[in-house]
């Protein structure tokens, strides 16, 4: 596709239960980002994956969190027994190898994630 | 890691004046800034970036400065106009490690540009 992809892009969801998003990055993109926007605040950097390398775990805010990504496509993040306070817009993003000229880093639309 | 601040929180100005947006980081190694620009509801885009073997770098009324010494980044918008209207987030890529290639973003300044 064309850009970053992100599915679902509205989800509501019950406390306590499990929710998967998915990220496809743009094709050919090394590098993925995910972050969690809530209402009215900035971007929270959750996890990073670059190629091969290991994760960039360190912004996930708790056990409950965790995301995978097969090779350099597609990346679910997972929340297990949502609570209330995970409401927020999870936004993706990919790009070539980051930092290099020209690489610029681009955003999906992000899943909107609604708890009640 | 990485830490970015970002000031002033919000920013008001009337239609014709500059607007001027500051960002320090904490990671020296740190070699990329980009400033991106999130309407309401929108998702986040690129306006302008910076590599940090750049001093200064221009895009129509648009400029970003750096100053590596002392770990401070400035966006810069002249001649603004309703349409600069938004949240606009600095951040830093950083350079180290396991943080390498990892991009930190500051808290976002939300410009109001006022008719």
């Known amino acids: 596709g064309a850009g970053v992809s992100q599915s679902p892009s509205n989800k509501v969801t019950e406390k306590g239960k499990d929710v998967e998003l998915r990220c496809d990055p743009i094709s050919g993109h090394t590098a993925l980002y995910w972050y969690r926007q809530r209402l009215g605040q900035g971007l929270e950097f959750l996890i990073y994956f670059q190629g091969n390398s290991a994760p960039d775990k360190s912004g996930l805010p708790s056990d409950r969190f965790s995301a995978e990504r097969t090779g350099e496509s597609v990346s679910t993040l997972t929340i297990q027994r949502t609570q209330q306070e995970d409401s927020a817009v999870y936004l993706c993003?990919?790009?070539?190898?980051?930092?290099?000229?020209?690489?610029?880093?681009?955003f999906g639309e992000g899943s909107w994630l609604t708890v009640v | 890691g990485e830490n970015v601040e970002q000031h002033p929180s919000t920013l008001s100005v009337q239609e014709g004046d500059s607007a001027v947006i500051k960002c320090t980081y904490s990671?020296?190694?740190?070699?990329?800034f980009p400033w991106y620009k999130q309407e309401l509801g929108k998702r986040p885009q690129l306006i302008i970036d910076i590599r940090s073997n750049v001093g200064e770098k221009k895009d129509q009324r648009i400029a970003v400065t750096l100053n590596k010494t002392a770990k401070h980044f400035s966006l810069h918008i002249t001649e603004t106009q309703p349409e600069d209207s938004a949240v606009y987030f600095c951040?830093?890529?950083?350079?180290?490690?396991?943080?390498?290639?990892?991009?930190?973003f500051g808290k976002g300044t939300k410009l109001s540009v006022k008719p």
């Open positions: 951040a830093a890529i950083g350079g180290y490690g396991g943080s390498q290639g990892n991009l930190i």
């Open positions: 990671d020296s190694a740190s070699n990329y």
């Open positions: 993003a990919s790009s070539l190898q980051p930092g290099e000229t020209g690489n610029t880093i681009y």
